[in-house]
């Protein structure tokens, strides 16, 4: 089989937290053992048994007087850290519009503080800010990338899964340069929630010690990569390589981890085989150790079952987080670079407060209460979060050429949808469930049901039954190979957020529940999809506006071509509430979107053998905005520049309808003789569920079947072999994938 080399580097890297507003001040910060984590002022913590947290002064202050003007402050955070790894890559912005660029963003809390002023102070112009991809949409429009521009939300692994994307973009050629990376914002929310479950310490944090409990903080961390080649190209010096990357699924419990770190080690033990790195070679590992009880020895277990090494303290270990908190969907990235500008300086970042290290951890070389010197090769860093997702990230200061395989075919083994008060499975004639309102699990699968789940989890698993009932594929069988899960959700378990919302503004920050809280986090559905169907593979969370379940496709698709795994299920889904409608309507999208539904496909590569029963092949994904030329009053989008062949048919989905028009007949000036059709014709999907629906939608018209019970009308050809699905969402970004016929069938 031909090789190919992974060879992808950092050039760059910027950062701005509560320990300063750049690398250089989060060094001496780290040098001096300063923590950033101190009494917070930016918001009523009334009640609450802590007042402390990694807060970005400089940034709040300065913007203090005109926050009503601003995007969300996230968006901010990330600017600042951008345009500081953009300077140390020696990138300017006339470089970035002559290249492929694209951005992947981690963001956890999406726009919270302008939701909370939104809902509970009646400023609904803010709700604008408020979804997690216009918080890229900002980024990317501030920086004029044109390029993929993907959310990441995976709650505390949202960083590091953006990492590890943006590495197999590199990898398989189809940008130049990619920005990613974290940012994240606190908020009163979110402060509460935390308390809530009785997690946050009292003092700064000391991860691994008896001290217990963690500290929150916000801020920006991103990394400029590219490809060795690309670097050497514009005599660019690497910092480092980034050797490996992988992620998991826990299928433990919705909030604390496995004891026994099972899914840290699976996470740490793909990192390891996708790269060169041998667990003798690593010098340290930056672990996520947030301080509390359930995590630090459960991950410390994970990682050195992973590396099965006769001696523990022969790799150095330390968490980042008592120096600038927890920061949540910024952690992975900016712990990350905390490492990177210590191993820059010839040492190890430390763990601040390291008094008395805890029973569970002990037997290891914890660094405690001040950087050493250590000369550093190879590193590992590794990050969970609810829901049960872990990642790990390997770098190494050599740049090696990585031997990768020639990717693997990937195959649609079937798909479910749950909408307009019934659910149908791979083109049924037929629907297989009706209801009235809304779906409600539990009369329908009653073992899959959990007490007080969440609308949109109900929706997401009942779609996920159908898909994998007509793929024919036993989940349940103990013996399987680990599945992977990719979930896409535009505002999550929206119900949920207006009780948590209604319960702080009725009663103020203590009036926050547990109950409540976990499932407000974007990727609290895909939690219970790993819980109700034992999913451990590779996993990722992604927000959009529109393309966000076409997004988790593309992540699944790579991991199976990579081989990282064999069989992947891929979700989206969102349910309907008075908050998630007044988004909606500061986004002007037709009402007629606006209900609770869920759509799922299960894939698999052609080393499964259950790929000789395929639907539909998927191949050569890539996303865009499309932008309207003035010179020659055109509308362009460079996702289509690298099609191979021209399509039989295009499904056009988009959010806002008024664009069809323009949008289809650009489709159709630049593939003259192929029919363009709307998928919103067949079958009105809600904003998170579009693009899967058009993949369902160009499945069943490759095979001749109906969707959601309707024929599809075709034209120009009544057996299409390929078929480009295009989803644009309301900022009019585009993404692609080509649906194709299987060989032989």
């Given at each position: 089989m031909p090789e190919c080399k992974s060879q992808v580097v950092i050039t760059g890297y910027g950062v701005i937290s509560s320990c300063g507003d750049n690398a250089q001040e989060l060094y001496d910060s780290m040098q001096s053992q300063r923590s950033g984590v101190a009494p917070l002022s930016c918001f009523d913590v009334t009640g609450l048994p802590s007042d402390i947290a990694g807060i970005v002064r400089s940034v709040r202050e300065k913007h203090q007087d005109k926050k009503a003007d601003l995007p969300d402050f996230s968006t901010l955070f990330a600017i600042t850290a951008i345009e500081e790894a953009l300077?140390?890559?020696?990138?300017?912005?006339?470089?970035?519009?002559?290249?492929?660029?694209?951005?992947?963003?981690?963001?956890?809390?999406?726009?919270?503080?302008?939701?909370?002023?939104?809902?509970?102070?009646?400023?609904?112009?803010?709700?604008?800010?408020?979804?997690?991809?216009?918080?890229?949409?900002?980024?990317?429009?501030?920086?004029?990338?044109?390029?993929?521009v993907l959310t990441f939300t995976s709650a505390c692994t949202s960083s590091s899964s953006a990492l590890g994307f943006a590495k197999q973009l590199l990898d398989n050629d189809m940008v130049d340069i990619v920005i990613a990376g974290g940012t994240d914002a606190l908020a009163k929310t979110i402060y509460a929630g935390f308390h809530s479950l009785q997690s946050v310490a009292p003092q700064?944090?000391?991860?691994?010690?008896?001290?217990?409990?963690?500290?929150?903080?916000?801020?920006?961390?991103?990394?400029?990569?590219?490809?060795?080649?690309?670097?050497?190209?514009?005599?660019?010096?690497?910092i480092m390589q980034l050797a490996g990357t992988a992620s998991s699924l826990d299928a433990y419990h919705a909030t604390a981890p496995e004891p026994e770190g099972a899914g840290v080690r699976r996470s740490f033990e793909s990192a390891l085989r996708s790269s060169d790195v041998n667990p003798e070679d690593l010098d340290y590992v930056n672990t996520h150790g947030t301080g509390t009880?359930?995590?630090?020895?459960?991950?410390?277990?994970?990682?050195?079952?992973?590396?099965?090494?006769?001696?523990?303290?022969?790799i150095s270990v330390s968490s980042s987080k008592s120096y600038?908190?927890?920061?949540?969907?910024?952690?992975?990235?900016?712990?990350?670079?905390?490492?990177?500008?210590?191993?820059?300086?010839g040492q190890l970042p430390s763990t601040l407060n390291g008094d008395e290290i805890r029973e569970d951890c002990q037997g290891h070389h914890i660094v405690v209460n001040g950087l050493i010197d250590h000369k550093v090769e190879c590193i590992g860093a590794t990050n969970s979060a609810f829901g049960g997702h872990n990642t790990t990230m390997l770098a190494r200061k050599s740049v090696s050429a990585i031997p990768k395989a020639e990717g693997k075919k990937v195959y649609i083994l079937g798909h479910g949808s749950i909408a307009e008060q019934v659910g149908f499975s791979n083109g049924a004639d037929q629907s297989l469930l009706s209801y009235e309102g809304e779906f409600a699990l539990k009369p329908f699968q009653a073992k899959l049901y959990r007490r007080r789940m969440s609308t949109i989890g109900q929706y997401a698993i009942g779609a996920?039954?159908?898909?994998?009932?007509?793929?024919?594929?036993?989940?349940?069988?103990?013996?399987?190979?680990?599945?992977?899960?990719?979930?896409?959700?535009?505002?999550?378990?929206?119900?949920?957020?207006?009780?948590?919302?209604?319960?702080?503004?009725?009663y103020g920050p203590t009036g926050v529940k547990s109950t409540l809280f976990p499932d407000t986090v974007l990727n609290a559905p895909l939690g219970n999809l790993a819980l109700a169907f034992d999913l451990k593979g590779c996993s990722a969370n992604f927000s959009d506006l529109g393309?966000?379940?076409?997004?988790?496709?593309?992540?699944?698709?790579?991991?199976?071509?990579?081989?990282?795994?064999?069989?992947?299920?891929?979700?989206?889904?969102?349910?309907?509430?008075?908050?998630?409608?007044?988004?909606?309507?500061?986004?002007?999208?037709?009402?007629?979107?606006?209900?609770?539904s869920a759509n799922a496909l299960i894939a698999v590569n052609e080393k499964d053998p259950r790929a000789s029963r395929a639907l539909a092949q998927v191949s050569e994904f890539n996303a865009a905005r499309w932008v309207f030329n003035e010179e020659n009053q055109q509308w362009d989008c460079a996702a289509?520049?690298?099609?191979?062949?021209?399509?039989?048919?295009?499904?056009?989905?988009?959010?806002?309808?008024?664009?069809?028009?323009?949008?289809?007949?650009?489709?159709?000036?630049?593939?003259?003789t192929t029919q363009v059709i709307n998928g919103r014709t067949y079958k009105e999907s809600g904003i998170a569920c579009q693009s899967l629906?058009?993949?369902?939608?160009?499945?069943?018209?490759?095979?001749?079947r109906r969707f959601m019970g309707r024929e599809v009308t075709l034209q120009n050809t009544s057996k299409p072999e390929s078929i480009l699905v295009m989803s644009v969402n309301t900022q009019l970004s585009a993404t692609t994938c080509l649906v194709s016929k299987v060989k032989g069938k």
């Open positions: 300077n140390a890559a020696n990138i300017s912005l006339q470089t970035l519009a002559n290249k492929r660029v694209a951005l992947c963003v981690g963001n956890a809390n999406t726009g919270m503080e302008k939701l909370e002023k939104g809902i509970i102070d009646n400023q609904h112009d803010g709700l604008l800010e408020y979804p997690a991809h216009k918080q890229s949409d900002n980024i990317a429009k501030h920086f004029g990338v044109l390029g993929p700064v944090c000391s991860p691994y010690d008896v001290k217990m409990g963690l500290s929150l903080g916000e801020g920006a961390g991103f990394l400029v990569l590219e490809n060795h080649n690309h670097a050497e190209a514009r005599n660019q010096p690497t009880p359930a995590n630090d020895g459960a991950e410390l277990k994970g990682i050195f079952a992973a590396l099965n090494l006769q001696d523990k303290a022969s600038f908190g927890h920061t949540l969907g910024a952690a992975g990235a900016i712990e990350f670079i905390s490492a990177l500008v210590a191993i820059d300086k996920s039954y159908l898909a994998f009932s007509g793929a024919d594929v036993d989940y349940s069988d103990a013996e399987k190979l680990p599945i992977g899960a990719y979930f896409g959700t535009t505002l999550g378990a929206s119900q949920v957020q207006q009780r948590n919302l209604s319960d702080l503004q009725e393309n966000e379940g076409m997004h988790a496709l593309w992540h699944a698709f790579m991991d199976l071509s990579e081989d990282k795994i064999a069989c992947a299920l891929v979700c989206s889904a969102e349910d309907k509430s008075d908050t998630s409608d007044l988004v909606w309507q500061q986004m002007q999208v037709d009402e007629h979107r606006l209900a609770s289509l520049t690298q099609l191979a062949a021209k399509p039989d048919l295009i499904v056009l989905s988009m959010v806002n309808a008024e664009q069809f028009e323009a949008i289809s007949n650009a489709l159709q000036t630049q593939f003259s629906d058009a993949i369902s939608l160009a499945t069943c018209a490759l095979n001749g």
